[in-house]
């Protein structure tokens, strides 16, 4: 009766994985209980997860072939975009959020355009801002952008506008950290850099008044949501956030922190529902209006028993 902080879920986004291909049904061995999924499983899936009450999805392509400019992230016929479709047509109610970023498409696994053997950022920012008006065009109701260019919310929003996409919200990767929690989301997405690695242009783990900057910058640009990433070791910087900005602040339960409980579950060390329902109340208590989370499925289910 008395509780103050209510984890639902209306609250959850749930990542996907999708994949080119019809049928496609793969578990990820680091991510237990996750999949890729074809365009086609991935709308089956969501049309399942709309029934558990689950407010959104978030789309990661994985596309058939990859090249130094990431071209199929941005292709109407790639493999997200097929994905966006498929989820709008089976699903009425489901938000349907899309990642924007290179590293899935790129060969070099960077989140940017590269010359002379760095990420180059101003370049990039065309590219962000296409692949953007690729997925508002397929049906994307937000699309998020994870890349952490500078200038790179401003540039989506102009290009959205001058495209007819004007009510398209951008969910900005505000406050994105460059953490050891990333390792099982890049074997997922088959992202990991071939050479160096991106604290170029992800933030320092030390640092919360940086991510202050970083934020107020997007809200300047026209960020319409708010996210940090990971969640569970930013506890504080998510709190920081929701205090100072006038804005809906998401956080991302990372495949690091997903699979630790896993693992832990499995080895039976500690019960893995328990800390599931803990720690997203945790990260809800700290501030987010809505966490993503690999834990969405199983979370609704547990709560709607």
């Known amino acids: 009766m008395v509780r103050e902080t209510r984890v639902t879920p209306a609250h959850l986004i749930y990542p996907l994985f999708v994949a080119p291909g019809q049928g496609v049904r793969r578990e990820i061995p680091s991510l237990p209980?996750?999949?890729?999924?074809?365009?086609?499983?991935?709308?089956?899936?969501?049309?399942?997860?709309?029934?558990?009450?689950i407010g959104g999805v978030i789309l990661f392509g994985l596309p058939k072939g990859k090249d130094p400019l990431g071209t199929e992230g941005y292709a109407e016929d790639g493999v997200v975009q097929e994905a966006v479709r498929a989820i709008r047509a089976a699903c009425r109610d489901l938000l349907v959020f899309t990642d924007v970023c290179l590293c899935e498409y790129t060969s070099h696994g960077h989140c940017g355009v590269i010359a002379d053997g760095e990420v180059k950022n101003d370049p990039t920012l065309e590219l962000l801002s296409r692949m953007a008006v690729s997925h508002a065009r397929a049906g994307a109701h937000v699309v998020a952008p994870s890349?952490?260019?500078?200038?790179?919310?401003?540039?989506?929003?102009?290009?959205?506008?001058?495209?007819?996409?004007?009510?398209?919200?951008?969910?900005?990767?505000?406050?994105?950290?460059?953490?050891?929690?990333?390792?099982?989301?890049?074997?997922?997405?088959?992202?990991?850099?071939?050479?160096?690695?991106?604290?170029?242009?992800?933030?320092?783990?030390?640092?919360?008044?940086?991510?202050?900057?970083?934020v107020r910058l997007d809200v300047q640009e026209g960020a319409d949501m708010l996210m940090v990433k990971p969640a569970l070791p930013y506890l504080d910087v998510i709190r920081r956030v929701k205090d100072r900005f006038d804005l809906p602040v998401a956080a991302y339960q990372v495949s690091g922190e997903y699979a630790m409980i896993q693992?832990?579950?499995?080895?039976?060390?500690?019960?893995?529902?328990?800390?599931m329902l803990e720690t997203l109340t945790a990260i809800r208590r700290a501030g987010a209006d809505v966490i993503l989370t690999y834990f969405a499925r199983q979370a609704a289910e547990t709560l709607g028993r």
């Open 147 to 214: 890349d952490m260019m500078d200038g790179r919310v401003g540039a989506i929003r102009r290009a959205l506008d001058e495209t007819g996409f004007a009510d398209t919200p951008i969910l900005s990767y505000a406050a994105k950290y460059a953490s050891a929690f990333y390792g099982p989301f890049r074997e997922a997405a088959d992202s990991t850099p071939q050479f160096g690695d991106r604290r170029g242009y992800q933030m320092d783990p030390a640092n919360v008044r940086e991510a202050l900057r970083e």
């Open 263 to 275: 693992a832990v579950d499995r080895n039976g060390w500690m019960e893995g529902e328990a800390l």
């Open 33 to 53: 209980g996750c999949f890729h999924l074809s365009p086609d499983e991935a709308a089956r899936e969501a049309r399942e997860v709309e029934g558990l009450g």
